[in-house]
């Protein structure tokens, strides 16, 4: 009869973990025009505000954790990027208090 042994390593030694660090640059270059589109292709109603060049920083969304690149948009009539005035008008009031 024959006699076998087994050894458990309960260590685990071979699982160390190490933290991985890394880093990567993407450029995006180009342009998208949309001004010989008409109204039936974009399929909107305000084909105007669509019908124009746009570049990489209309399309590029990007911050420290990654970035998006946008497939979809729609566009607000009238609508901006800047300070919103209530917001501005709500942190007045705040600093009076």
């Given amino acids: 009869m ?3 042994s087994y050894q458990l390593d ?3 030694t071979y699982q160390k973990r ?3 660090l890394s880093t990567f640059t993407t450029k ?4 998208l025009s949309t001004r010989n589109r008409t109204q039936e292709e974009l399929a909107i109603t305000n084909p105007e505000q669509y019908q124009r060049v746009w570049d990489t ?3 590029i969304l ?3 954790a990654g970035f998006i690149v946008m497939t ?3 566009i607000t009539a009238n609508q901006m ?3 919103c005035i209530s917001v501005c008008q709500i942190w007045t009031e705040r600093k009076r208090e």
Avoid: T
Wanted: proline share 4%; with cysteine.
């Fill in 18 to 20: 190490c933290p991985v």
């Fill in 28 to 31: 995006v270059k180009g342009i």
């Fill in 57 to 59: 920083q209309d399309l």
């Fill in 72 to 74: 979809n948009i729609v």
């Fill in 62 to 64: 990007s911050n420290e």
């Fill in 2 to 4: 024959s006699s076998r």
């Fill in 81 to 83: 990027r800047g300070i």
């Fill in 10 to 12: 309960l260590r685990k």
